[in-house]
C-alpha cells in the first residue's frame, strides 16, 4: 500500500484527497479477531504537506470477524478507525522523543501506509472480544455452554482429600 507523494513536493499547505477501496494485508488482526486477508478496506485520507514532511489523516473502515473470547461463538462488525500520521522527509532531521524506528519516513517520493493502518486497526481490536458483556461462555470442565444450561455446575472435589473419599465406602459417581 504505498502511495506516490511526488506532487505534493514541499510546499507546506499543499493537498490532496484519498478516497479507496483497497484488499486487506494478511495478518491484519490479533488471534481471535481480526480484518480477513482481501477483505475490503475503505479509506478516507487526506495527504497533506507540511514543512517536517506528509501529514496522513482521515478514516479506515474495516470489516471484522473473529470468535467470542468466552463462548467462542461467531463475531462479525464494521469498525471504524481514525488515523493520523507525519511521515517526515528523508532528509529531515529526527525528532525529539520518539525512536528513530517509530519514526515513518518518506522514502523516494513514496509513503507506505500499511504499517500505519495496520497499527490504527489492531490497536482498536478487543483484546478479550465477546459476543455481549454478560456472556456465561463454557463450563471449565465438560465445555457445554453455560447459556444453554442455566444453574449447570460440577461439585469440584479437593485432590488433597481424594485419599480420604475411599472410608466412606463411597464412589466418585455417587
Known sequence: MTLDVKDLGRSPGTMRT??????????????????????????DLRLEAVHE???VSGTV???VTGECGRCLDP???DLQVDVQELFAYEDAEHFEGEDEEEQRR????EIDLEPVLRDAVVTALPFQP????DCQGLCSECGIRLEDEPGHHHEVLDPRWAALQGLTGKTDDQ
Open 130 to 133: 465477546v459476543c455481549r458483556e
Open 61 to 63: 473502515d474495516a470489516h
Open 53 to 55: 514532511g506528509i501529514l
Open 18 to 43: 484519498l478516497t479507496e477501496h483497497v484488499p486487506a494485508p494478511k495478518d491484519f488482526g490479533v488471534a481471535l479477531i481480526g480484518v480477513q486477508e482481501g477483505s475490503e478496506l475503505s479509506l
Open 75 to 77: 463475531l462479525e462488525y
Open 106 to 109: 518518506i522514502e523516494h517520493d
